[in-house]
């Protein structure tokens, strides 16, 4: 299963809404870096709908929850290749922007280019107001297509990924002889070296239920998801047609060694995000779990620091899993007046000039267009493998709309888990209420 495999709108356009990754603490509810600082009017009006001549410019309107600047050299690119399109570009505030957009959409109007997340890509989709973009399906990975196809048709282009791995001390590492894991048996006995040397192995801020959430689904990913004949089962998951229990359960107690062996301890309960970011940057813990959106302020506490990242393994030698997705997705609205136009900007999306227009102005992430390779920081080196194999994705970008409830369920009981309040089996059991409860309130 080569699915899509790396903040997210905020995990909910709710619904996953998404927004998230950049700036936010933890980011891994979140798709994309929303800017907060300026706002629209909801009354803003659609494109225009007059007929040009061959001599006017077509004008079409994007909306996105991100302020220009974040994309200025894709529209610098459109006005250069397609200089027969005049794009208006209207931000609307993160807070509002499902509404906007929601309540433009259904009067029959809207932005000719939605930016989106998963869960709204899904609700809007089948409420029938995006275009179908399958044409250009397969110039992306799988990883990327799969949380923006509905019923078989794309309904998106995934943008760029965010992405969250191990981070580990360099200095630490070669101190000690060690070297990075290629699987989890070898994190596991990494773990353990370092304890007996008598430095943390690594740092958590289990305060918040997101570390060990996607530290666990980076096993599941590895050991289960990535099966060819589970390659459904997170869509199936969220339509409440099969269960974690019975199907979770061997990878999530080899997970849970992490635990029975000391490495990650209850005192991590009460450690904050901040606190276990300054225990791994001031050398006091050799590993710590994030993404790219951390590292300035691990240089910010120590630019001495020498770091690298891997990623999450499973049983058997390989590229590794890093959880994240794509960081918002681009979608045609099917009634635009100008849907040629727009298809036109789609096109121009999905090719690398298009890729790299954007990835410049949000390095950190990757690309899901095939053949799409741009430079990472040297802090990184340690997942070009990933990347290059598409193995960045997040279970819950295909459980629905309505994934937010189920999420947090999900890292709570991973909380009682670390206190030793819970077992594995009733870990995915709550889960799994939870989310049979929210389908049954949201079908």
């Not at 995990?11 to 706002?39: E, M, P, Q, Y």
């Not at 109007?109 to 989709?125: E, L, R």
């Not at 080196?381 to 937010?404: C, M, R």
């Not at 030793?420 to 929210?438: E, M, Y």
Request: hydrophobic share 35%; proline share 5%.
């Amino acid at each position: 299963m080569k699915r899509f495999k790396a903040l997210w709108i905020t995990l909910l356009i709710l619904a996953f809404g998404v927004a998230g990754c950049g700036t936010s603490k933890n980011n891994a509810t979140n798709s994309a870096t929303a800017d907060t600082s300026a706002s629209v009017s909801q009354s803003a009006s659609p494109s225009e709908s007059q007929s040009a001549s061959p001599a006017e410019k077509v004008k079409i309107r994007m909306a996105y929850w991100n302020k220009e600047s974040t994309v200025q050299n894709l529209l610098d690119l459109i006005k250069q290749k397609l200089p027969n399109i005049e794009l208006e570009y209207q931000f609307i505030e993160n807070s509002q922007y499902d509404n906007i957009v929601g309540t433009q959409l259904a009067a029959g109007s809207g932005p000719d280019i939605i930016s989106i997340g998963p869960p709204a890509a899904s609700q809007y989709s089948k409420l029938g107001y995006l275009a179908d973009l399958s044409t250009l399906a397969d110039r992306f990975n799988e990883a990327g297509t799969s949380v923006y196809s509905v019923d078989g048709k794309l309904v998106a282009l995934p943008g760029i990924s965010w992405f969250e791995g191990i981070y580990y001390n360099k200095e630490i590492f070669a101190k000690y002889g060690l070297k990075a894991p290629t699987t989890f048996e070898e994190e596991l006995q990494l773990h353990e070296d370092l304890k007996k040397n008598g430095i943390k192995p690594q740092a958590m801020g289990a305060k918040s239920f997101e570390p060990m959430m996607k530290s666990s689904m980076g096993l599941i990913m590895n050991e289960f998801l990535s099966l060819p004949e589970n390659k459904d089962f997170d869509v199936k998951y969220g339509k409440g047609e099969i269960t974690l229990e019975g199907n979770w359960n061997a990878g999530l107690e080899k997970w849970s060694e992490l635990i029975k062996r000391g490495y990650l301890t209850k005192d991590m309960l009460g450690i904050d995000y901040d606190q276990a970011l300054d225990e791994f940057a001031t050398g006091k813990a050799a590993m710590w779990e994030s993404g790219p959106w951390a590292l300035d302020t691990i240089k910010q506490k120590n630019p001495n620091i020498q770091l690298d990242m891997f990623p999450f393994y499973g049983s058997k030698p390989g590229p590794g899993w890093l959880i994240g997705g794509p960081g918002v997705g681009f979608s045609a609205n099917a009634n635009s007046k100008h849907l040629d136009a727009v298809m036109q900007v789609m096109d121009l999306i999905a090719t690398t000039d298009g890729q790299k227009a954007f990835w410049e102005n949000n390095q950190g992430g990757s690309s899901y267009l095939k053949g799409a390779d741009f430079e990472m920081p040297a802090e990184f080196d340690g997942v070009k493998e990933t990347f290059k194999a598409g193995n960045v994705y997040a279970p819950w970008n295909n459980w629905g709309g309505n994934v937010s409830g189920v999420i947090q369920d999900y890292g709570k009981s991973l909380q009682e888990l670390l206190g030793g309040k819970s077992d594995v089996s009733s870990v995915l059991k709550a889960t799994d209420k939870q989310t049979a409860r929210i389908i049954k309130l949201n079908p």
